[in-house]
């Protein structure tokens, strides 16, 4: 039934395309899934929508990061406080897809954000998957825009209070993290996971493979982009991120699923490591640059240095 769809990203929305996959035989899931925090038109998972949405302030022009308006954490209107049960129903309504799909034992990565990954998880939870971890990507540096209190209440023209609240900001501390959801699918009751490896060659972890001068990795993950690497989406994950997760946990020749394909990061990390793929991606403009992106990737993007020392080197430049 994986035919046409094994080392392919197909064009479409994975709604449609998971069901036809054969049962049982994903050996490991890994997606960059939309966060639903409304970063651009893709990511907006919700029906309440209000004309200063995906805007610009004055505050963001020229911008690199926080280029577009999202809303408040309070809301602009009531009907804002709903955006987090429609996420996790969007979540839901395809992780129950995905269920059968993947094998008894097998892991799933997904990463989220900050303030939505408690709705992944209990969307994830709902439709049969258990949570393992909660892994944390560190990065090397985080955007970061925290306004002044003194200068909006200079703007108002609050002189003394201005002064009151002199070195306080508003907004959050530099986002310098972000959360992987790491999921297990049940094994058959009254077996052991050693069994379950077994019989389905899943469910360990290749330690050995993703040690860091000799110690075992922990669930800190520290990984930043190679100086030459493509970037062609803002919301895109390090090659060697998604690599140490794919060699952590499959073997060469396992299929990998990543129903929300993006820049194609998990293709061609796969391809690299000798592990096979299926992807799905909604956008034309992502879907072509990622087949473009998986065509020119070639074997000789693992060099002899482990992965974990090539993150470092990349990290401290």
């Excluded at 804002?80 to 097998?106: F, H």
């Excluded at 190679?226 to 390090?238: M, S």
Aim: glycine share 8%; proline share 4%.
């Amino acid at each position: 039934m994986n035919e046409g769809y094994i080392n392919n990203i197909t064009l479409g929305n994975c709604l449609e395309f998971i069901p036809k996959l054969a049962d049982s035989s994903i050996d490991l899931f890994l997606s960059d899934i939309p966060y639903g925090i409304s970063l651009d038109d893709w990511d907006v998972l919700h029906n309440n929508t209000n004309s200063a949405l995906l805007g610009q302030s004055p505050a963001q022009e020229g911008k690199s990061g926080f280029k577009r308006r999202g809303k408040p954490i309070n809301g602009w209107a009531q009907s804002d406080r709903n955006i987090g049960l429609e996420y996790q129903e969007w979540c839901r309504n395809w992780a129950t897809g995905v269920y059968p799909k993947m094998k008894d034992g097998s892991f799933l990565f997904v990463f989220g954000a900050r303030r939505t990954l408690h709705r992944v998880v209990n969307a994830f939870e709902d439709s049969g998957f258990l949570l393992k971890d909660t892994l944390a990507w560190k990065k090397p540096s985080a955007h970061h825009r925290a306004q002044r209190v003194s200068i909006v209440l200079e703007r108002r023209g609050l002189i003394e209070e201005a002064k009151k609240w002199a070195g306080w900001r508003l907004g959050n501390l530099a986002p310098i993290w972000e959360p992987i959801a790491w999921f297990m699918k049940p094994y058959r009751v009254g077996g052991t996971i050693t069994d379950n490896i077994l019989q389905n060659e899943v469910g360990a972890m290749n330690i050995d493979a993703c040690r860091l001068n000799g110690s075992s990795p922990t669930n800190l993950l520290e990984f930043g982009f190679k100086r030459d690497e493509t970037r062609i989406h803002e919301a895109q994950k390090p090659l060697a991120l998604i690599e140490y997760l794919i060699k952590l946990t499959t073997r060469e020749e396992q299929l990998i699923l990543d129903p929300f394909m993006g820049s194609g990061t998990t293709a061609v990390a796969a391809k690299a490591l000798k592990r096979n793929f299926i992807g799905f991606e909604t956008n034309a403009e992502y879907h072509q640059k990622s087949l473009k992106r998986v065509k020119e990737a070639s074997s000789n993007q693992i060099e002899e240095l482990p992965i974990f020392q090539q993150s470092l080197l990349e990290i401290n430049g």
